[in-house]
């Protein structure tokens, strides 16, 4: 017997490649350095980071599947890969010091970061469910660990231990999910294949396929912390790092949207009626559940835990709409909301430092007269995460509720938009605290590393420029979302 | 004698709802990871009962990575719960309620 | 047909006479000097006699979990190891960079001193 291999071209993967070669080495640096040497992990990292960036812009607009169809090679893929890229690269920019404070600036976290990095890709660009499900846990594991970093911190342990176990809870409804439609399809896991055999399939695996949908919502819900499967949310962010809790608000929701969107319009665009109804109704719960609740939080890090609930809802509506605008919205926001959330948390590091002693809302107050420049950028993330003009945070919205009124979702539109203006109050909270209260305390100096000055300057440019010319990105998204034949 | 497919199919549904019974009921973390682990393994079954029915080998190509996937999570699962031994001296997830649950 | 398994006939008759000519030996040049402790039926290791529900150091928590994802990676060597000679040298590679990134990972659990016991 003879086999043939299929052919492959490895640059195909090669953002891949790079950020486990990277990963790797870090951890054969960690473990091999003496003791107390200071290894240039960041840095390292960055130049990873900074070489899969290339390598992904050199890919751009290639098209089709590599290795045997397991691997899309499409722009969808590589706009993700940029996002993530840049999710991760300013999660190391904002960690460094702050591991620092702690006293664990380990090499595993970088290689771990940059494991998590290579998982959300690996979604982003599965064409075969067994890609989709290993990067799922290539991702998730790696979350898991980075959660739970602080060791001796009780609460890191607890929002690990509880990101673990509902983790692994939804993973195995989505694992059965992909059973069933393996069964439905009469065994093809290839994205590509489903929809011409779930039509030729017949009406004798209707109820397959159903619970199959039903179980990919489950398990995606989890993931990108939609209501009702939101509860892990505001435990674990709280609980974890604070530059993880951003990485995981960032990263973690973008890859899920991902696969998500993938799956649904690839493999379901027959059930669409269904999914659609399916996904109206979380969307609604989830935006209106996140900004209620999120007023009464005073933690910040809860709060911004509810408001990334609803943003996952937002991102919902956009799923909905299933038109051209719709995925559309979707890509340019979750690059805004990358932007404005990591922008956010790293006010919300600097401002907490001292091993997280100033985490609540009322901390806040005051910050605009002592730090003015901090409580400039903080205002802005803050109104661009409610959506208000210039910044893309509203273009963002705009293209949402657009799409959903385009495919006739009106109500669902009114909704949205009501949700903003709930979502204003405790935004704005912020910024009234930050300008019109008087301190609550000295807040004494605020250490600018040049590395978390580098992101508030990158983020808050960043939210402004694709706030005010949103043309570019626009146009990159359309280029993107061409492969969706359905849309 | 062949086994027919719904065979598989309604022994892999059943483990299935035993473990998410048990993940929802049981309080000890260990058994709670057991039960995960079940699910799994429910999962790999219905994987093998389709591969073989459809003669697909995928199926049967995912039951290996399942199987690694859920030994990678079961160790981290571990380390997690002997750290929270260390500091909190429980095994109890209702315990673990510094962070509102 | 039966033939076919003269192989594991042989097999198993080398491998009962290897055991039982060491047991015979080791009973025919061994001194026989018995000790309270030798006496004891063998448990690996472990006290027999007491509680059951009996603390083990964390230590062995460290080494189980190193067992439990090390040995499940072997699961990739037994589809290769069947059709090995059909794969050739592109799997062989395939395996070695598989293997590889294993070793990575003993080298750095290494390093971390989480395989010394003291």
Same mark, same amino acid.
């Given at each position: 017997m003879t086999l043939t291999i299929p052919s492959f071209t490895l640059s195909s993967i090669g953002p891949w490649l790079t950020l486990t070669g990277t990963a790797i080495l870090i951890l054969l640096v960690d473990a091999l350095s003496p003791k107390g040497r200071k290894a240039y992990f960041p840095q390292l990292s960055l130049l990873g980071l900074g070489i899969a960036l290339l390598q992904t812009f050199r890919l751009w607009n290639h098209t089709g599947t590599d290795f045997a169809r397991m691997v899309y090679v499409d722009n969808f893929a590589f706009f993700f890969y940029a996002v993530f890229i840049l999710g991760t690269a300013l999660t190391v920019l904002i960690s460094r010091h702050y591991l620092e404070d702690y006293g664990k600036n380990l090499g595993e976290y970088y290689a771990l970061l940059l494991f998590a990095t290579l998982g959300m890709m690996l979604l982003a660009a599965g064409a075969h469910l067994i890609m989709i499900f290993l990067g799922l846990e290539v991702m998730s594991i790696a979350v898991y660990v980075l959660a739970g970093l602080?060791? *001796? !911190?009780a609460k890191s342990n607890e929002a690990a231990l509880k990101y673990l176990v509902l983790g692994a809870f939804s993973s195995a409804f989505l694992l059965f999910g992909i059973a069933m439609l393996y069964g439905a399809t009469g065994g093809s896991l290839y994205l590509d294949d489903m929809a011409a055999r779930l039509a030729q399939?017949?009406?004798?695996t209707q109820p397959l396929t159903l619970l199959a949908l039903a179980l990919f919502i489950v398990g995606f819900g989890f993931k990108v912390a939609s209501?009702?499967?939101?509860?892990?949310t505001p435990d674990v962010y709280e609980g974890a790092p604070t530059s993880i809790t951003a990485f995981m608000a960032v990263g973690v929701k973008a890859a899920a949207f991902a696969a998500f969107a993938r799956v649904l319009f690839l493999a379901f665009p027959a059930l669409k009626v269904d999914w659609v109804m399916i996904l109206w109704v979380l969307a609604v719960a989830t935006m209106t559940l996140g900004n209620v609740v999120a007023i009464?939080?005073?933690?910040i890090k809860r709060m911004l835990a509810y408001s990334s609930i609803a943003h996952a809802g937002y991102l919902l509506v956009a799923l909905v709409a299933a038109n051209q605008l719709g995925a559309v919205s979707l890509l340019y926001y979750l690059l805004a909301y990358t932007l404005m959330n990591l922008g956010a948390f790293g006010v919300v590091i600097l401002v907490g430092r001292k091993k997280d002693?100033?985490?609540?809302?009322? !901390?806040?107050?005051g910050l605009g007269f002592q730090h003015p420049a901090l409580a400039a950028a903080m205002a802005l993330f803050m109104f661009a995460l409610a959506g208000i003009p210039p910044t893309a945070g509203f273009v963002g919205k705009f293209y949402i509720f657009s799409a959903a009124v385009q495919a006739g979702y009106i109500w669902l539109a009114i909704i949205g938009v009501m949700n903003s203006l709930v979502s204003v109050f405790y935004y704005l909270r912020i910024t009234v605290l930050m300008y019109m209260k008087p301190p609550e305390? *000295?807040?004494?100096?605020?250490?600018?590393t040049p590395a978390l000055t580098t992101v508030l300057l990158v983020t808050a440019v960043g939210v402004l420029l694709i706030g005010i010319f949103p043309g570019f990105l626009y146009n990159l998204a359309v280029n993107s979302v061409k492969i969706f034949p359905s849309l | 004698m062949v086994v027919p497919v719904s065979y598989y199919l309604a022994l892999s549904v059943a483990l299935f709802a035993l473990g998410v019974i048990g993940v929802l009921v049981r309080r000890n973390i260990l058994v709670i990871l057991m039960c995960i682990e079940m699910m799994l393994n429910a999962v790999n079954l219905a994987f093998i009962g389709f591969a073989d029915h459809f003669k697909a080998v995928d199926g049967q190509v995912f039951v290996f990575f399942v199987m690694t996937v859920a030994a990678a999570e079961v160790a981290v699962g571990l380390a997690l719960i002997v750290a929270i031994f260390r500091t909190r001296a429980t095994v109890y997830?209702?315990?673990?309620n510094i962070l509102k649950w | 047909m039966l033939i076919d398994y003269l192989p594991v006939l042989i097999y198993m008759l080398i491998a009962v006479g290897l055991v039982g000519v060491i047991v015979l030996l080791s009973e025919l040049l061994g001194k026989k000097r018995h000790t309270p402790a030798k006496d004891m039926p063998y448990?690996?290791?472990? $006290?027999?006699?007491? $509680?059951?529900?009996h603390r083990y150091t964390v230590r062995f928590y460290v080494i189980a979990m190193f067992f439990v994802v090390f040995d499940i990676?072997?699961?990739?060597l037994y589809p290769w190891a069947v059709i090995f000679k059909s794969l050739g040298w592109f799997g062989f590679v395939e395996m070695l960079v598989f293997i590889g990134i294993l070793v990575v990972g003993l080298v750095y659990v290494w390093g971390k001193g989480a395989l010394e016991w003291e």
């Open positions: 602080f060791r *001796e !911190d399939a017949g009406a004798l209501v009702p499967f939101h509860m892990w009464a939080q005073t933690n002693s100033y985490l609540s809302i009322y !901390d806040y107050s305390a *000295e807040l004494g100096p605020v250490a600018f | 997830v209702d315990d673990l | 448990e690996c290791g472990m $006290d027999p006699i007491g $509680d059951a529900r990676e072997a699961i990739f």
